[in-house]
């Protein structure tokens, strides 16, 4: 027999996933212990948790899985690979469904490229030079970092956008599962709209010189971004790709505020129910927080077996994130359809907030 955690280890799979799927009816345990709870699994069960991570990463649903494990179990090898090949068919269906999906949007693509007389933004990004404060620079950099992308397919969403307009800097970053914006205000000549997407190795640079109250110089020339703080410089070359527009992003429904007393909310995040689910292609699992707006208008962690469907499914890490980066001891949380992403604002201040996308519960 195996513990939960020894064979968490031998599978591959963590302990919080060898949960989910016992109360999902997937993989129960051969023994719990009814005094502790303890869940002890068989010999013959680590088979079946390898078999289980494999097919998961080959997005089979979980309904299927149980069928393959129950005939797996059984020796019915005829059942087994008849659900193997009625996935794999789903798969190439779908992937066929795709290919002619991409085919018509890439044709559409073009065409409207062919259409635009002006060139794209990346390569008219307007000069401007203005000084902006210190610590509102540093804030606002701080509040978004977290959301900068490290997936090296999507080179663009591993910088900072900076947004100039009207006197005011945005500062922007996305993943394409969270994002955050913050604000700093400039002073200079006015001038058009200036935007650069700063590597975020660059951005890093440019933090670590902002230190001191005094203003600094930032300047947008083209394909150059420089940040002057004294006698100290960070500059290097933008990023030449198109950022996404935020500010479509960012226009949704008004959900339900709730005031959060932020370092209660995070003990509660951290040490409260999590269900595991898929992250990506890759099949990786993150642990999910499930959140809820009480009767006497509080946000609440979930426990396990609360399935109502207007609750709302985030990342735990990203939750967590989003909580230090705003930076306050009270935040507001916005929550509106299940479908509809997470909002964390800091009171007052329209022009800071991040946004983390819902994860739909897989039932």
């Not at 068919?89 to 002006?118: H, I």
């Amino acid at each position: 027999m195996r513990g939960i955690g020894e064979m968490a280890r031998d599978s591959g799979l963590s302990v919080s996933t060898l949960r989910f799927y016992d109360g999902a009816g997937v993989l129960v345990p051969a023994w719990v212990d009814p005094v502790s709870g303890y869940r002890w699994y068989g010999p013959g069960q680590l088979e079946e948790s390898r078999l289980l991570a494999r097919l998961r990463r080959a997005g089979m649903p979980l309904a299927d899985i149980r069928l393959v494990l129950a005939g797996w179990s059984g020796a019915d090898t005829d059942l087994v690979r008849s659900l193997l090949q009625a996935h794999l068919l789903r798969l190439e269906l779908g992937l066929s469904d795709a290919r002619s999906e991409f085919s018509t949007v890439r044709a559409l693509l073009d065409r409207r490229e062919n259409r635009m007389s002006v060139p794209s933004t990346a390569s008219t990004t307007a000069t401007a030079r203005f000084t902006v404060s210190a610590p509102e620079l540093a804030a606002a950099l701080d509040s978004v970092r977290f959301a900068v992308s490290t997936d090296p397919e999507l080179p663009v969403l591993g910088g900072v956008l900076f947004d100039a307009e009207d006197g005011a800097l945005r500062v922007v970053a996305t993943d394409r599962y969270r994002l955050a914006v913050a604000r700093a205000g400039t002073t200079g000549p006015g001038g058009p709209r200036a935007r650069a997407v700063v590597p975020a190795p660059l951005a890093d640079a440019m933090r670590a010189l902002l230190t001191e109250e005094a203003p600094v110089l930032l300047a947008l020339d083209g394909d150059r971004v420089r940040l002057e703080a004294g006698d100290r410089q960070a500059a290097g070359q933008r990023l030449d790709h198109e950022f996404p527009d935020y500010r479509r992003l960012v226009r949704l429904p008004a959900g339900r505020r709730v005031l959060v007393d932020v370092p209660a909310f995070r003990s509660a995040v951290q040490t409260g129910p999590v269900r595991p689910a898929e992250r990506g292609q890759d099949g990786a699992l993150c642990d999910l927080s499930v959140l809820k707006v009480t009767d006497d208008g509080a946000v609440a962690v979930c426990e396990d077996g609360d399935d109502d469907p207007g609750n709302v499914a985030v990342n735990r890490e990203f939750l967590l994130h989003a909580l230090a980066a705003g930076a306050r001891d009270r935040l507001v949380l916005e929550l509106g359809a299940p479908t509809a992403p997470l909002a964390v604002r800091r009171p007052g201040d329209e022009d800071a907030f991040s946004l983390l996308m819902p994860v739909r519960l897989d039932a």
